[in-house]
């Protein structure tokens, strides 16, 4: 709450709007959404820069996967194409694509463009199911982040790019993760009939992917933090609330174009990163059940500052940390997109055993500056989990569920006791008319860093 006070209370700062699931951030809260129309605030995007949610549906029905056999094959050819854990990237794996440093440049600057999707093999029409399928510099050009990038790899901002590159088409580690699903929609006829607007089919396998910008937009955030920090320091600023994770540089200043092409590097990584995860694991499940079809639900993020329009047309930056954007029908920014009549998908993980859920924005969500949580939130600390929580009982509550993974021991700090209660969570973004659920997401299995379990 004192996280909350400070940065409402920062320079330029319009709304600032608390979520279910808000816990302590980098100087504002995560589960925040913040709003300016003179300052760009890095706190409330944070070092993942664009970590989002996507959702693969399938073809199959729930009975092509209901044997543990072929599921422990799927989680095999997954893992051979997707790795896991901090540091690894497509060496790790014999099956993921290789990008040299040349067309990471491409995918940073452009994101996911036409040229950059067919290099990798991935549907173009996917990009049209993304929240933002590319995004530019502050200047509305791309030319603006092919100078930014070619600056950051001519100083120190990006030793590790041949390192960053190679991350494209994984998990990494910490929450992130790949989970196959049973999609149940609802019964309610109207919001049924929403869930097949946007392409889920019921009782079929579908995929969820958590992850981000990896290795290159944690690179991309941490040098801006140090780079803004020092020009409060030199400049004589003081710090909102004597905070120094609540730096911010005024639009259209020297340090706010810089924050903005970094973010929006950092976000044009993200956007490719999913979009090949999710091609890798179409072609792990056609491996293992040929002729198995998949479509894009959607991809949309929960770390990012974006230029929005409000309820009475003024554009304003919308920072959400931890939040995700939930624009109901008739929103103007859906105009022209097959979401306009409906709102978007909002896909909001929850845990393995109780599920995660689609929903879809009401018009009360106006209240929360169109946004709702992003998951559940963290009711333990993870070093709180791992001293609290039995190994024993959650790997028996799994095996309980009928639901497999790929480490050999579940994370403890990751276990769905760490995190609050999903139903009630929901009950409170129901409650409140932000949103309403149009499906539950069941898990069968989920692919995580199974490196975690061994501390």
């Known amino acids: 709450m004192q996280q909350a006070v400070n940065a409402r209370l920062a320079p330029g700062i319009g709304e600032l709007v608390l979520n279910p699931d808000a816990h302590p951030g980098y100087g504002a809260p995560v589960g925040c959404v913040m709003t300016s129309d003179s300052h760009i605030y890095p ?98 050009t791309y030319h603006s982040l092919e100078n930014r990038l070619e600056s950051l790899l001519a100083g120190n901002g990006l030793r590790k790019l041949p390192n960053h590159v190679g991350q494209l088409g994984s998990y ?38 958590h992850c981000g910008s990896r290795g290159f937009g944690h690179t991309l955030a941490s040098h801006q933090f140090k780079m803004l920090k020092k020009h409060f320091k030199r400049s004589g600023q003081a710090f909102p609330a004597g905070d120094s994770d609540l730096v911010y540089a005024e639009l259209g200043s020297e340090q706010a174009n810089r924050y903005l092409c970094d973010m929006a590097l950092g976000a044009n990584y993200a956007t490719v990163n999913h979009l090949l995860i999710n091609q890798l694991v179409l072609e792990a499940f056609q491996q293992v059940l040929p002729g198995t079809q998949e479509e894009l639900v959607y991809f949309i993020s929960h770390n990012i500052a974006r230029q929005e329009t409000d309820a009475n047309g003024r554009q304003r930056w919308v920072h959400r940390k931890g939040a995700t954007r939930a624009f109901p029908a008739g929103h ?76 050999p021991v579940y994370p403890r700090d990751e276990a769905p006791a760490a995190y609050k209660d999903f139903d009630s969570v929901l009950q409170s973004v129901n409650g409140a008319g932000l949103a309403a659920e149009v499906a539950r997401l069941n898990a069968k299995f989920l692919i995580k860093d199974s490196s975690a379990a061994d501390d």
């Open 43 to 140: 706190g409330p995007v944070g070092v993942d820069i664009k970590c989002s949610m996507s959702l693969l549906q399938t073809d199959l029905p729930a009975d092509a996967i209901a044997e543990r056999k072929t599921r422990k094959e799927l989680i095999k050819a997954i893992c051979q194409r997707t790795p896991t854990g901090p540091g690894k990237g497509a060496r790790d794996v014999p099956k993921s694509r290789r990008l040299d440093e040349r067309q990471g440049f491409e995918v940073a600057t452009y994101g996911a463009s036409k040229n950059v999707l067919r290099k990798l093999g991935v549907p173009n029409a996917w990009s049209y199911r993304c929240e933002d399928a590319f995004h530019r510099g502050p200047d509305g």
């Open 172 to 209: 990494g580690g910490g929450n992130h993760f790949g989970e196959c699903e049973v999609v149940s929609l609802s019964q309610d006829p109207k919001l049924r009939q929403v869930g097949e607007v946007f392409g889920l089919k019921n009782n079929c396998v579908a995929f969820l992917s």
């Open 332 to 407: 103007p920014e859906l105009a022209r997109t097959v979401f306009s009549k409906h709102g978007h998908p909002i896909l909001l993980p929850g845990n393995p055993i109780d599920g995660s859920v689609v929903m879809v924005a009401l018009p009360e969500a106006q209240k929360s500056v169109y946004s709702i949580n992003h998951g559940a939130g963290r009711a333990m600390s993870r070093t709180k989990a791992k001293k609290k929580l039995s190994q024993q009982l959650i790997d028996a509550s799994f095996d309980q569920a009928d639901i497999l993974s790929n480490c």
